[in-house]
T-cell receptor
Framework: DAKTTQPPSMDCAEGRAANLPCNHS???????VYWYRQIHSQGPQYIIH???NNETNEMASLIITEDRKSSTLILPHATLRDTAVYYC??????????FGAGTQVVVTP | GAVVSQHPSWVICKSGTSVKIECRSL??????MFWYRQFPKQSLMLMAT?????????EQGVEKDKFLINHASLTLSTLTVTSAHPEDSSFYIC??????????FGPGTRLTVL
């Protein structure tokens, strides 16, 4: 499975959009981009995933570049409860979720 | 979304004893379950993958005789930490998957070995 690169930390103001980047330049054609987040001392929570097209659900939007070498997770209106470590993971179907260091997002009032 | 539970949520045990952690998928049947370990200020590390009715597959460096995994049904997997020592103290998290895609995580079990 392809590796990903994320910034170690980001600050975001409450009510603003949070844009979390992820680079995955070695992604293969059949690999998906997954996003999970982990609030302190809890299990990871699934956010969204996509293959080629942009995706949106009630939690976030996922924008994948045309060459699929990078993506951005967008939290449209960050709240204090969105403070967490966000993980961008690339894996193929039936592959294993392997977690990197992720991005620590802190939402401030 | 799909719900995965773990029991207990925390456990304290003496060195040398064994501890069993249960992982259940509450509203779906999981074809595959995974066990992760997370030390303080670190990311999750995959320990093993298990499919119902078959032996677990362990990641490199994980001792299969120390971390016994039983996947008895499509809704239950157990992890037993045998002869636990203080260095086994960690946050153990399971996850369950239906098919090849979405994977749902339990709330984790905090193990402290004295």
């Amino acid at each position: 499975d392809a590796k990903t690169t994320q910034p170690p930390s980001m600050d975001c103001a409450e009510g603003r959009a949070a844009n979390l980047p992820c680079n995955h330049s070695t992604i293969s054609g059949n690999e998906y981009v997954y996003w999970y987040r982990q609030i302190h001392s809890q299990g990871p929570q699934y956010i969204i995933h996509g293959l080629k097209n942009n995706e949106t659900n009630e939690m976030a939007s996922l924008i994948i570049t045309e060459d699929r070498k990078s993506s951005t997770l967008i939290l449209p209106h960050a709240t204090l409860r969105d403070t967490a470590v966000y993980y961008c993971i690339v894996k193929g179907s039936w592959g294993k979720l392997q977690f990197g260091a992720g991005t620590q997002v802190v939402v401030t009032p | 979304g799909a719900v995965v539970s773990q029991h207990p949520s925390w456990v304290i045990c003496k060195s040398g004893t064994s501890v069993k952690i249960e992982c259940r998928s509450l509203d779906f049947q999981a074809t595959t379950m995974f066990w992760y370990r997370q030390f303080p200020k670190q990311s999750l590390m995959l320990m093993a993958t298990s499919n119902e009715g078959s032996k677990a597959t362990y990641e490199q460096g994980v001792e299969k005789d120390k971390f016994l995994i039983n996947h008895a049904s499509l809704t239950l997997s157990t992890l037993t930490v045998t002869s636990a020592h203080p260095e086994d103290s960690s946050f153990y998290i399971c996850s369950a998957r239906v098919g090849g895609n979405e994977q749902f995580f339990g709330p984790g079990t905090r193990l402290t070995v004295l």
